[in-house]
């Protein structure tokens, strides 16, 4: 398999980036400071999940009056805090895969929910940035992961058929995009291992992004 694929498509928080855990914090605490209270399991369920789906969990969970961008604004600048004081913590070989990517001719494109403002100041920071042959974000296509039109958009993009990639993913709403766009989707768990349904969508579960190399 490894020998047809052109292009290695990444997700970028609990991916490439240790991110992930600041959301599952920062959701509770906004959702506090607004009066409202949220389970363990619900931040879980917004990892990757894009528009115009995470309004509609929000509205299901709190009613139709609830103010998502109010509380996702204050959400936003508590991750914005966070990262200035913690940094930006990359997963463990997350420099060293795309280093070995580009060596090795193979494409390299960050697909993540993040807008594009956010998402190059990041990769900027991280020092990532010259790594990518394109960035794509949620505010590039109509429906946000997990419908598969961002992972549709970026192969299109690459001039690539969906088989002839990889996509690398930890959750759930974004390993099931990347499936319905027809790419072969590997899962790097980040807070939570795939169950049984998810496991029958993957081409691999891997242990950490270095393992991708092995792939080729």
């Known amino acids: ?8 498509l990444f997700d970028l928080d609990g991916t490439l980036t240790d991110t992930e ?6 959701w509770p605490e906004a959702l506090k400071h607004f009066g409202y209270k949220m389970t363990p399991e619900q931040p879980l369920e917004l990892r990757s999940l894009g528009r115009p789906f995470a309004l509609e969990k929000f509205k299901e969970w709190y009613g139709e009056a609830f103010d998502y961008w109010k509380v996702r604004d204050y959400r936003k600048a508590k991750i914005e805090e966070m990262l200035r ?14 280093a070995w990517l580009r060596e090795h001719g193979v494409l390299i494109a960050l697909v993540t929910a993040n807008d594009r403002e956010r998402a190059e100041r990041y990769l900027k920071k991280i020092e990532l940035f010259d790594y990518f042959n394109r960035i794509i974000c949620a505010d590039m296509v109509e429906k946000g992961k997990p419908a598969p039109d961002i ?41 939570t291992e795939p169950d049984e349904a998810l496991k029958s969508i993957l081409y691999a579960r891997l242990d950490c992004l270095l393992d991708i190399c092995k792939m080729f």
């Open 1 to 8: 398999m490894g020998n047809k694929i052109k292009a290695v």
């Open 21 to 26: 855990k600041y959301y599952q914090k920062a």
């Open 85 to 98: 004081i913690n940094g930006i913590p990359l997963k463990p070989g997350a420099r060293e895969t795309l």
């Open 151 to 191: 992972y549709s958009y970026t192969c299109s993009k690459l001039k690539l058929a969906p088989e002839d990639t990889f996509a690398v993913e930890d959750s759930p709403n974004g390993c099931m995009s990347a499936y319905r766009a027809g790419c072969n989707v590997i899962m790097i768990p980040d807070l």
